[in-house]
């Protein structure tokens, strides 16, 4: 942490570096380099893979490449910086947004790779998957991703889609459709359907399974694994397996989707499936208190009107990130808890909605 009374000549040359990459200091960048040219190769960004990377990303000041900062990567390619440092490192950082295109421009016009590995496993296309970047993902498909490769085939692209951290309805329908344009086949249900965004579809099997909307989907068909690897949870802090679709797109935060749902008979009060010990029977409402989601009121309110029991009450259980060893997880149990208690309870309290929560209190929602 820098004392406010230092001055910036006074600091580490790395810490002087990332000052003037910080404020788009491209003179003060060449000037450090040049007389350090180690700085190359110095720990910064993401990963500590390097400089350049930093600059790739774009994240300080969070924005668009500007034309100086496309001019500062370029300097420091042409004089010195490895375009593949970490394993492609500044291309995967530029793809995690559609508003970095003409950063990966310019490192794929200098060599970077759209093949790539990321720290040796992570390919760069799984990027935008990610953060849900629908025109990146385009770009680097358009650019040469070979989907013929294990691991950047448009199954493991897919599940990269609906496991993420990003909540992002749009685009991550988006970026589904960006797949089937590019050859990919989707497979015709409900679930894929219901990721892609396709009301149409939904529709079609409503009409062929008029109890869809009370059916409950397991881990598999919400996550469906690769080939002969066992199916995994995607991220996320309310379990969603044995929920239904209703439950789904609140945790997805697909309003267009939830409405979608209630208009033809959804239950607000529905209930996800028990299990063999017990544990499960929480209610659409729970996954808006709790959520990954930009926090927002809208989708409890939308459920509160339509008739969600701001008191209903279940017994569940999440692993989930141990706080007193963060490299650990442990299995966390919410018995008889109300979406307030649980709310109340949730050992990170980032994730708790407080306008949902302050819209469902209104509504008498107790502890």
């Not at 397991?218 to 002969?228: R, V």
């Not at 529905?270 to 959520?291: K, L, N, Y």
């Not at 017994?315 to 966390?332: H, S, V, Y």
């Amino acid at each position: 942490m820098l004392n406010s009374g230092h001055s910036a000549d006074s600091l580490p040359l790395v810490e002087q570096l990332k000052q003037a990459i910080d404020s788009n200091n491209l003179e003060q960048v060449k000037q450090l380099m040049a007389a350090h040219p180690t700085l190359h190769q110095s720990p910064l960004g993401y990963g500590g893979n390097g400089p350049l990377t930093w600059v790739a990303e774009c994240r300080v000041p969070r924005e668009a490449p500007s034309e100086t900062r496309l001019l500062m990567a370029r300097w420091m390619i042409e004089n010195g910086s490895d375009i593949h440092q970490g394993g492609d490192g500044p291309l995967m950082r530029a793809a995690l947004s559609d508003s970095r295109i003409p950063m990966m421009e310019l490192l794929v016009a200098h060599g970077g790779d759209v093949n790539a590995l990321w720290n040796g496993t992570y390919p760069i296309v799984h990027a935008p998957c990610e953060t849900l970047a629908p025109q990146a993902l385009k770009w680097l498909l358009d650019h040469g991703v070979n989907l013929q490769t294990p691991g950047q085939d448009p199954g493991s692209l897919f599940r990269m889609l609906v496991c993420t951290y990003a909540r992002n309805a749009k685009g991550r329908s988006a970026c589904l459709e960006v797949l089937a344009a590019a050859g990919a086949d989707l497979p015709d249900t409900p679930m894929m359907a219901f990721h892609r965004g396709r009301l149409d579809l939904l529709e079609s099997h409503l009409q062929r399974e008029p109890s869809l909307l009370d059916r409950r989907f397991t881990t598999e068909e919400i996550f469906p694994p690769a080939p002969g690897v066992e199916a995994e949870e995607g991220l996320h802090v309310t379990p969603v397996s044995g929920g239904t679709l209703l439950h789904l797109a609140v945790e997805y935060d697909d309003l267009d989707a939830a409405r979608w749902l209630l208009d033809r008979g959804a239950n607000a009060n529905t209930q996800a499936a028990v299990d063999a010990d017990r544990f499960g029977g929480h209610t659409p409402i729970f996954h808006a208190v709790v959520t990954l989601a930009p926090h927002d009121d809208a989708m409890a309110r939308l459920l509160l009107a339509q008739g969600a029991n701001p008191n209903a009450r279940a017994t569940f259980r999440k692993q989930l990130r141990d706080m007193g060893d963060p490299e650990k997880e442990r299995m966390r149990e919410f018995r008889d808890v109300s979406p307030v208690g649980y709310a109340h309870q949730f050992q990170e309290q980032r994730w708790v909605n407080e306008p949902a929560l302050a819209a469902i209190i209104e509504y008498g929602g107790k502890e």
